[in-house]
């Protein structure tokens, strides 16, 4: 079982910073998927910076959400200090 999304937020450069239940924390660049199908709804800025934690994931108001296992097998991650 992948830990779950804690906290998000919207960075100016299309990433995500993330931190998991477990104590890690991570870095989601989502800039090689906004091209494509419905990420392509998150591409303006305005729409991505409204990022919100929902249960374990991440999801947009839009309609865009991530799978968990996806953003911990994606994230660069490290422990917490």
């Not at 910073?17 to 303006?44: C, H, S, T, W």
């Not at 800025?45 to 934690?53: E, P, Q």
Request: proline letters at 4%.
């Amino acid at each position: 079982m992948y830990p779950s999304v804690v906290k998000a937020a919207a960075n100016e450069d299309f990433t995500l910073a993330i931190v998991f239940d477990n104590g890690e924390e991570g870095v989601l660049d989502m800039k090689p998927y906004l091209d494509f199908g419905v990420f392509q709804r998150i591409r303006d800025h305005g729409l991505f910076k409204r990022v919100r934690v929902a249960f374990d994931t991440v999801q947009w108001d839009c309609g865009v959400d991530l799978d968990p296992e996806f953003i911990y097998a994606k994230c660069k991650t490290a422990a917490i200090a």
